[in-house]
């Protein structure tokens, strides 16, 4: 049977030595204190979240969320031993409700003993409801410090009574001076500069897109390259090194974000930005037939009348997909947004629709007025249908001003046209009828 130590992680013995060559570089540079963490100041930093719940003697259970290779198990590790706490691991993907009962078993008994344990749940949120009920009473008596790291939205993946009883804590991407500070930790350990120019350095970092534990294990590669190795270009650098997918599940909170920021950057008149989002979804594998339907409803939604075109390019390049495909069709979907990022916007259509259902559902079965109804019969016209109708095209201005709306309800005003784009000309000729309904008003 093999020990607690082997089953759940338990941080017993010390550190191994960053000189053993066996441990990959991740892990031979791994922070011992919490100080050497690199990029989550805000977290770990003097004026920190973490700093100041250590030093107030008040560690509550936590959520961990960030990206992947952000430091989210390193905290963990380095939390329990400042705060003195047994340190206990779990992975919600290899563990199941028989590993949550022992955990929870083991640290009750160091409890009792006078030992408090941090419970670190790696991937937290592949724990389904029901388990994650299961750390209600043991994070609400004090049993554990639980610390649950994921890299999806906790508002979306962890129970709301589970979120309640856990302080919520972002990790951010590193960031260019966070990684470079781990290249030169890495030099350091090494004895030698990694073999790459600047450019190629700065390539390096944009390689790893935040993730230092992958940023690591390419300058371990690179580090690796016999010595006598001339110092790698950009080219040099992407033939001795693959380049990963961008970060990018199209299931997840991901997904929403990056159409999120599309949509954004259309409606803030931001061509190049849109672009650039439109990119990201594409080069991520995000299906363009989706991103279509998108752009066809922000020409409905933000451009409006104001751009009576827009949404005429949104379905043609959405059928300019559907008969071309990939990739030549990718480019009128860009096309596409370039049009309706620089189209002037408006979204008078769309909030008059919602507030003419609002209307239509507050009034509920008025008639139309009598005068606008068709009389086919001799009894409907003796009721009224269609009597005193005045037909526009007979009028010297194409209008008749009579009033469409049900007897007894007041006009409302539902379009409002800004004087953006051609709602501009359609203000105008609004404004002009306002003016001979008014005067012809009996």
């Known amino acids: 049977m093999p020990a607690e130590a082997d089953l759940f992680g338990t941080d017993a013995a010390p550190p191994p030595q960053r000189d053993d060559p066996a441990r990959p570089l991740a892990d031979r540079l791994r922070p011992q204190t919490l100080e050497e963490v690199v990029g989550q100041d805000h977290l770990?930093?003097?004026?920190?979240?973490?700093?100041?719940?250590?030093?107030?003697?008040?560690?509550?259970?936590?959520?961990?969320?960030?990206?992947?290779?952000?430091?989210?198990?390193?905290?963990?590790?380095?939390?329990?031993?400042?705060?003195?706490?047994?340190?206990?691991?779990?992975?919600?993907?290899?563990?199941?409700?028989?590993?949550?009962?022992?955990?929870?078993?083991?640290a009750r008994r160091r409890r009792a003993a006078g030992q408090r344990t941090l419970l670190f749940v790696d991937e937290i949120h592949r724990f389904n409801r029901a388990q994650q009920d299961g750390f209600l009473p043991v994070v609400e008596d004090g049993t554990v410090v639980l610390v649950g790291a994921t890299?999806?939205?906790?508002?979306?993946?962890?129970?709301?009574?589970?979120?309640?009883?856990?302080?919520?804590?972002?990790?951010?991407?590193?960031?260019?001076?966070?990684?470079?500070?781990?290249?030169?930790?890495?030099?350091?350990?090494?004895?030698?500069?990694?073999?790459?120019?600047?450019?190629?350095?700065?390539?390096?970092?944009?390689?790893?897109?935040?993730?230092?534990?992958?940023?690591?294990?390419?300058?371990?590669?690179?580090?690796?390259?016999?010595?006598?190795?001339?110092?790698?270009?950009?080219?040099?650098?992407?033939?001795?090194?693959?380049?990963?997918?961008?970060?990018?599940?199209?299931?997840?909170?991901?997904?929403?974000?990056?159409?999120?920021?599309?949509?954004?950057?259309?409606?803030?008149?931001?061509?190049?930005?849109?672009l650039y989002w439109l990119a990201r979804m594409i080069v991520g594998g995000e299906d363009p037939r989706y991103i279509a339907r998108r752009v066809l409803r922000f020409a409905s939604e933000d451009v409006g009348l104001a751009d009576p075109t827009a949404i005429h390019a949104a379905l043609a390049a959405w059928e300019t997909y559907e008969r071309l495909g990939s990739p030549e069709g990718e480019l009128a979907i860009a096309q596409a947004v370039?049009?309706?990022?620089?189209?002037?916007?408006?979204?008078?259509a769309y909030v008059a629709w919602g507030a003419a259902q609002r209307a239509a559902r507050e009034t509920g079965s008025l008639m139309p007025p009598k005068h606008i109804l068709n009389a086919p019969t001799r009894m409907m016209r003796e009721l009224g249908y269609a009597k005193g109708?005045?037909?526009?095209?007979?009028?010297?201005?194409?209008?008749?001003?009579?009033d469409y709306f049900p007897e007894g309800m007041e006009r409302p005003r539902f379009y409002r046209p800004?004087?953006?784009g051609r709602e501009a000309a359609i203000a105008e000729r609004l404004a002009e009828w306002d003016r001979l309904r008014q005067k012809r008003r009996p």
Request: proline content about 5%; glycine content about 8%; charged content about 25%.
């Open 44 to 106: 770990t930093g003097p004026e920190g979240a973490i700093t100041r719940m250590l030093a107030q003697a008040s560690l509550s259970s936590i959520i961990l969320w960030g990206p992947p290779g952000t430091g989210k198990t390193t905290i963990a590790r380095l939390l329990a031993a400042r705060a003195g706490l047994a340190f206990v691991s779990l992975s919600a993907v290899f563990s199941g409700v028989a590993d949550l009962k022992r955990a929870f078993e083991e």
């Open 151 to 274: 890299t999806e939205n906790p508002s979306f993946e962890l129970n709301g009574a589970l979120l309640s009883r856990c302080r919520v804590l972002v990790l951010k991407r590193l960031d260019e001076a966070a990684l470079e500070a781990l290249l030169a930790r890495a030099e350091r350990l090494a004895g030698h500069p990694l073999p790459v120019t600047e450019e190629a350095r700065a390539v390096l970092c944009a390689m790893a897109d935040g993730d230092g534990r992958y940023l690591l294990n390419l300058a371990e590669q690179l580090l690796a390259l016999p010595a006598e190795t001339e110092p790698l270009g950009p080219d040099g650098l992407a033939r001795v090194l693959e380049r990963r997918a961008a970060l990018y599940d199209k299931d997840r909170e991901e997904h929403y974000n990056l159409i999120s920021a599309l949509h954004k950057s259309m409606r803030g008149s931001d061509p190049d930005a849109a």
């Open 338 to 348: 370039l049009h309706l990022a620089s189209a002037p916007k408006s979204n008078a």
């Open 389 to 402: 109708y005045a037909y526009d095209h007979d009028t010297e201005e194409g209008f008749s001003g009579q």
């Open 418 to 420: 800004t004087t953006r």
